[in-house]
């Protein structure tokens, strides 16, 4: 079955210190992939998202990602965190004509 | 603002009753998705909708429901309800899937 897995329930980094967040995804062919951010009491917004080519993508906020085939993953990467990105985190999959899957979510924690 | 209205915000109703979620996507969009995320079961599918037709069904109750009107506004109706359908309600839409999704800031349920 298509899936997307977080490993990391719950991360914790300084403020200032690079963030990565792990994506697994299981899809027979090269899905479509995407992260999403929610901070309490909103909505998801999308931060960025891989089709196809580059395998590093540029999202808002000075995130970015990297698709690597050869470990079915898609993590999440910022050099330096702020306060302001405490929030969970989800990744999200489809194969195209299928509705998102999504990860369990990565709840990040910023500490001074 | 994400241009995706749902309404109410929040809702508050006992064991038994009947509630309608309402949506309205994005100018322009489609598809319209509902989503249910609770602590549990992160975010889980529960139906799809284009331009009118339903297109494809995930993890949703019989006592639930969902229709999108010619206008495209969307609404999703829970009847029945139990305490374990207490859960934050997300509606998103998008021109297309692989272009990923816009979401609405969600209707948060209590089943009291």
């Known amino acids: 079955a298509q899936s997307v897995t977080q490993p990391d329930i719950h991360i914790t980094v300084s403020e200032g210190a690079s963030l990565e967040l792990r994506c697994n995804y299981s899809?027979?062919?090269?899905?479509?992939l995407f992260w999403y951010v929610q901070s309490p009491g909103q909505g998801l917004q999308l931060l960025l998202k891989?089709?196809?080519?580059?395998?590093l993508v540029q999202g808002i906020k000075g995130f970015e990602a990297e698709f690597k085939r050869s470990q079915s993953s898609f993590n999440l990467r910022k050099p330096s965190v702020h306060w302001s990105d405490a929030a969970e985190y989800f990744c999200?999959?489809?194969?195209?004509?299928?509705?998102?899957?999504f990860g369990k979510g990565t709840r990040l924690s910023v500490i001074a | 603002d994400s241009g995706v209205t749902q309404t109410p915000k929040h809702l508050i109703t006992a064991t038994g009753q009947r509630v309608t979620l309402r949506c309205s996507p994005r100018?322009?969009?489609?598809?319209v998705y509902w989503y249910q995320q609770s602590l549990d079961q992160g975010l889980q599918f529960l139906i799809q909708?284009?331009?009118?037709?339903?297109?494809a069904k995930g993890n949703i109750l019989e006592r639930f429901s969902a229709q999108q009107f010619p206008d495209l506004h969307s609404e999703l109706n829970l009847s029945s309800l139990e305490l374990g359908d207490s859960a934050l309600y997300f509606c998103?839409?998008?021109?297309?899937?692989?272009?990923?999704?816009?979401f609405g800031s969600g209707t948060r349920l209590t089943v009291v």
């Open positions: 891989y089709f196809s080519g580059d395998t």
């Open positions: 100018s322009g969009d489609l598809s």
């Open positions: 899809y027979g062919a090269t899905p479509y």
């Open positions: 909708y284009y331009n009118g037709e339903e297109r």
């Open positions: 998103a839409s998008s021109v297309g899937g692989t272009y990923g999704y816009t």
């Open positions: 999200a999959g489809t194969s195209g004509n299928t509705p998102l899957v």
